[in-house]
């Protein structure tokens, strides 16, 4: 059930996934224009294992507020949501998951609060910005010229309505405040890395994902594996989103890492 906290003055749209007997806590966050549901799956196995899931609609996307801060969209803004919000709910040394964009995000939150987190998981995602993406700057024109509603009708409709989530991609898509997407694309363009950053905190590191990735480049993710000395999991008949395509085994890799620690 979908609940509303207020965070830095605004409120957020909260899931939780309670476990009879919780091991830990994990906060989950989503990617570009994903959505809390990205892990209406993975969050109900990771509760039947033990573990207390938090996940939430980034600030701006779906059900959370428009930001009427100049500065609600920033990274570090977006980062000390993470942070608030676990806090908010009395989460002790959980740990951290950031999928796609959401990943970007998680590495800032961690650098920001290096004693508040068990362990980080870097979820088909990349050490900075993502390159070779040149969609990115006609997503960026569209969010500049006209209204989530409208590019939904022309550029999306037709591309996503046969796919099985359609209902979900298109309600958040029209409730998201395209300030808030157009800045997280231009965040997908120029975010650096924080790798050296993150060695100092000594937060034990995963990198997770699809073995059909398509988004960052997995040489790339294999490299920022090298640089922090993580462990690399690949999973397999996975794409961009192994939390959809292969959420058992997402599940099962997650608590392996999680309960060695």
Known sequence: MTTFVDIQGEKLA??????????ADVVLVHGFTGSKEDFNELGPLLAEMGYRVLTFDNRGQNDSAHSKREDGYS???LARDVIEIAQHYGFEKPHLLGHSFGG??????????????????????GPHWIPDKPD????????????????????KEETDKLLP????????????????????????????????????????VHVVYGEND?????????????????????????G??????????????????????
């Open 75 to 77: 990274m570090p803004s």
């Open 136 to 155: 990115l700057d006609a997503t960026i024109h569209i969010l500049e010229t006209m209204t989530m509603e409208d590019s939904w009708n022309k550029y």
């Open 214 to 238: 398509d988004a960052w480049p997995m040489p790339m993710q294999d490299q920022m594996a090298k640089d922090l000395s993580a462990p690399r999991t690949i999973i397999k008949d996975a």
């Open 104 to 125: 970007l995000v998680s590495q800032r939150a961690a650098v920001d609060a290096p004693d508040y987190w068990k362990s980080l998981t870097l979820f088909c995602t």
């Open 165 to 204: 989530r359609y209902e979900i991609y298109k309600k958040r898509w029209k409730a998201s405040d395209p300030k808030s997407t157009k800045t997280m694309a231009h965040h997908l363009q120029d975010t650096q890395a924080l790798t050296q950053e993150i060695i100092a905190t000594k937060i034990p």
């Open 14 to 23: 909260v899931e939780l996934y309670e476990p009879k007997a919780r091991i």
């Open 240 to 261: 961009h989103c192994p939390n959809e395509d292969q959420p058992e085994e997402t599940a099962r890799v997650l608590a392996s890492f999680w309960s060695a620690l």
